[in-house]
């Protein structure tokens, strides 16, 4: 349903470029993008399900990751991919509120889940005799549902905050998406008031989970340093590196994406921020986490070797 002081019931999304030249090639780039998006991520998912070597913290988070990361994607993509082949892309308000209330839960819930992630860290490499006792299932059980928790609590702010804007009969929507910005250009009333609630809310989302970050992983380069053996911070170093890619992926775009006003970020560049963050990080994380971690690559290798086998 339209919001009740709005008289817009659809929204009519304008997609990612209007050269008629460029749809089609356009369409199956991104296709292919989502077919190793949900190969990559649903394959991590079963290789971490079927084996108990790999049912860790460090893998449990892992799990989740790429949980986040597919459902993400297709929160976006497949909308996306019509906008290539229809002449218009048309959805509902209430379609677009949804798709927007899920887009938010699942990148406030992947930034905590990154924080989550390098707190782990922090564990193996500082103090790795308590490690198991530290990070017990309970524990990681209990950081997952504050990840969910701020995740859910963040979409139910973003959403609202945008179901209560007025579009009076502006309905095209310069994105692939209902993304926050866009929508804040639609409005026909003022959005100070909204904007600000945006970077309230965005800052929480990606600054708690930064500070987290930072603070970890200054304790972490710190107790490497008092590694004596080369040996010893090669082998520390390579078990965050992989997190420390995924974490600047994701929020160099995102933080690019939102924590600037809209008069200074045009929505142009906003479109490709939003693709990086939206498409190209959910593709690329288990690519990393699978290219190097020893411990997964073994794992598919016994996975492979048992399936061939039987």
């Known amino acids: 349903m339209a919001a009740q002081n709005s008289s817009v019931t659809e929204f009519i999304l304008l997609g990612l470029t209007d050269q008629p030249g460029l749809q089609i090639p356009l369409f199956f780039l ?69 798709q927007l209330f899920f887009l938010c839960f699942f990148v406030i819930s992947e930034s905590f889940l990154l924080s989550a992630m390098a707190y782990d860290r922090y564990v193996a490499i500082c103090k790795p005799l308590v490690y198991t006792v530290t990070l017990s299932l309970q524990v990681c059980l209990l950081l997952l549902l504050g990840v969910y ?12 905050n945008i179901a209560g804007l007025t579009f009076c009969a502006k309905n095209l929507i310069n ?8 929508l804040l250009e639609l409005s026909c009333n003022s959005t100070y008031v909204n904007e600000l609630v945006v970077f309230v809310v965005v800052s929480i989302g990606i600054g708690m989970p930064i500070v987290t970050i930072f603070i970890s992983y200054a304790l972490i380069f710190s107790s490497i340093l008092h590694i ?10 390579s078990t965050c ?36 963050y939206t498409i190209v990080v959910p593709m690329l994380n288990p690519l990393i986490y699978s290219l190097r971690n020893k411990d997964v690559k073994v794992a598919l290798k016994k996975t492979l070797g048992r399936e061939i086998f039987s």
């Open 30 to 98: 991104f296709s292919s993008f989502y077919m190793v998006t949900v190969v990559g991520n649903l394959g991590l998912v079963t290789l971490i399900g079927l084996n108990s070597n790999l049912h860790i913290p460090m893998y449990f988070f892992l799990f989740n990751l790429s949980l986040i990361d597919f459902c993400y994607s297709t929160t976006i993509i497949p909308k996306m991919l019509k906008s290539f082949v229809s002449k218009q892309n048309i959805i509902m308000h209430a379609g677009c509120m949804t």
């Open 149 to 160: 928790v701020m995740g859910f609590s963040g979409a139910l702010a973003h959403t609202g």
């Open 175 to 182: 994105h692939f998406m209902c993304d926050i910005l866009p």
């Open 228 to 237: 004596h053996s080369t040996e010893g911070k090669s082998k520390a170093f």
């Open 241 to 276: 590196g992989s997190h420390v890619m995924v974490v600047s992926l994701f929020y160099g775009s995102s933080a690019f994406m939102y924590l600037k006003p809209p008069s200074i970020l045009p929505l142009e560049k906003g479109k490709v921020s939003s693709l990086f």
